[in-house]
């Protein structure tokens, strides 16, 4: 099993451009997550998906979409990129996404936008 | 604002047991979870629970809102960053603190 990945692992944008970042499991899990790491700051959710078909949002969701694709993949969008959206993003996945579930994670996309 | 805090920096020498504190303020949340991120890789989970557990080097002691992660005959390789996390019962979301970074002298 590869469980989580991500594609690409590193883009560097200009401000306004747009991009997707890529993430599916292997693991046949219902639940899927993105998060952003910024330092001093943790790890903070931006969007999440309970199950296929549906997406919340998080702590932190402007400024970006997402889609579940289907239950392996769940991708996240930039539709304008900003300085301030520079980060390392990684995303996750849980069986159920319960409060005693443990969540994957994937290696991450470090994000550079000029 | 619900928060998770940790301290931002330990440092150890090898062979040494090191101690990383976290508490919170997260209402309804009972279970904390220890990842370990080594810069470039995937965040991996540690241990977790609501009490007191340990999974080979690693201690997990439990209190209410507080959490302490022992790792015991620390060695080099475990420098890296330990995230505490607690997830609320009411929307299942883990709420992270900001890392401790964990550097260990020869």
């Known amino acids: 099993n590869a469980g989580v990945t991500q594609t690409p692992k590193f883009q560097v944008l200009k401000t306004g451009q747009s991009m997707t970042l890529q993430c599916a499991q292997d693991m046949n899990h219902n639940s899927m997550y993105w998060y952003r790491q910024d330092p001093g700051m943790g790890l903070r959710l931006i969007y999440y998906s309970a199950s296929e078909g549906t997406t919340d949002k998080g702590e932190v969701p402007n400024g970006y979409n997402v889609s579940r694709l289907n239950k392996r993949e769940f991708s996240l969008r930039l539709e304008s990129a900003a300085p301030s959206q520079t980060s390392v993003y990684f995303c996750?996945?849980?069986?159920?996404?319960?409060?005693?579930?443990?969540?994957?994670f994937g290696p991450g996309t470090r994000l550079l936008v000029l | 604002k619900d928060q998770v805090f940790q301290p931002s920096t330990v440092a150890s020498s090898e062979g040494a047991v090191v101690e990383i504190f976290c508490n919170h303020s997260v209402s309804n949340a009972y279970n904390f979870f220890w990842y370990l991120h080594f810069p470039g890789c995937a965040p991996r989970l540690l241990v977790k629970g609501s009490k007191p557990s340990q999974q080979g080097r690693y201690n997990m002691t439990y209190e209410r809102f507080s959490s302490s992660l022992l790792i015991l005959q620390v060695r080099e390789a475990d420098a890296a960053v330990y995230y505490c996390?607690?997830?609320?019962?009411?929307?299942?979301?883990?709420?992270f603190g900001a890392g401790t970074t964990v550097t260990v002298r020869a």
């Open positions: 996390a607690v997830v609320c019962s009411n929307d299942y979301k883990l709420s």
């Open positions: 996750a996945s849980s069986e159920f996404g319960g409060t005693q579930e443990t969540q994957y």
